[in-house]
């Protein structure tokens, strides 16, 4: 099993649309999840941030964290073209060899359409 | 400005030839991160560093070589030994060791190889 997993996608919204883009992870002990967006040909950017259980919102951006269940999801509201990227899910070991490093999913391509 | 800065943007490479990487960066972030991104993929850790004149191998470390003499600088060089570094690199840093935010990474610009 991938240690951060994403939804395969590509995913496709019309725009105004929520888009949901979803994460699982393996290990237990993380406690930091990191969702980033990467715009083609361009690097990541931090979007968002998320460390206790529940919901975190920044505008129309919304990260949930369920850690019983282990998995961790961005939601989009209102979506825009611009939204239109790959998403990348990230968490880091909870110590060990992983100490200190941040595994990244695959990432979900998200195209919103006018 | 604060932030991490990568050259060249675009590399082109002979086989056979060793390159150096550039990144540099003005957060004053302990830890420093190199990823290797292929079409279609995630990101795949090279190397990474979380204090000055140490360094550990990431996932994929066979053909690439690091140095960190300075808490703002972590060259990479790609060796001749790499068999396919085409590839868009990147370059990380975050606050380091601690939970929590100390995991936040930011990336620079990026570098594109190109092996002729």
């Known amino acids: 099993q991938k240690e951060v997993e994403q939804n395969s996608g590509p995913l496709s919204v019309p725009e105004g649309a929520i888009a949901s883009l979803n994460c699982t992870y393996s290990?237990?002990?993380?406690?930091?999840f990191f969702w980033y967006r990467q715009y083609s040909g361009k690097s990541p950017e931090l979007i968002m941030s998320?460390?206790?259980?529940g919901d975190k919102e920044d505008g129309r951006f919304t990260a949930q964290l369920n850690k019983a269940s282990q998995y961790v999801s961005l939601l989009i509201r209102d979506s825009q073209p611009s939204d239109s990227a790959t998403y990348l899910c990230a968490a880091p070991g909870a110590g060990g060899t992983s100490y200190g490093k941040l595994t990244f999913g695959q990432g979900t391509i998200l195209t919103v359409h006018p | 400005d604060g932030g991490i800065t990568q050259s060249p943007k675009y590399l082109f490479r002979k086989e056979g030839q060793n390159v150096t990487l550039s990144c540099e960066q003005n957060?004053?972030?302990?830890?420093m991160y190199w990823y290797r991104q292929d079409p279609g993929q995630g990101l795949r850790l090279i190397y990474y560093s979380q204090i000055v004149n140490d360094f550990q191998k990431g996932d994929i470390a066979e053909g690439y070589s690091v140095s960190r003499e300075k808490k703002e600088s972590f060259p990479l060089t790609v060796t001749s030994a790499q068999k396919n570094p085409t590839a868009f690199y990147l370059c990380?840093?975050?606050?380091?060791?601690?939970?929590?935010?100390?995991?936040?990474?930011?990336f620079g610009p990026g570098t594109r190889l190109t092996v002729l």
């Open positions: 990380a840093s975050s606050i380091g060791i601690g939970g929590g935010a100390a995991y936040e990474q930011f």
């Open positions: 957060l004053n972030h302990d830890a």
């Open positions: 998320i460390y206790s259980n």
């Open positions: 290990d237990r002990g993380s406690q930091s």
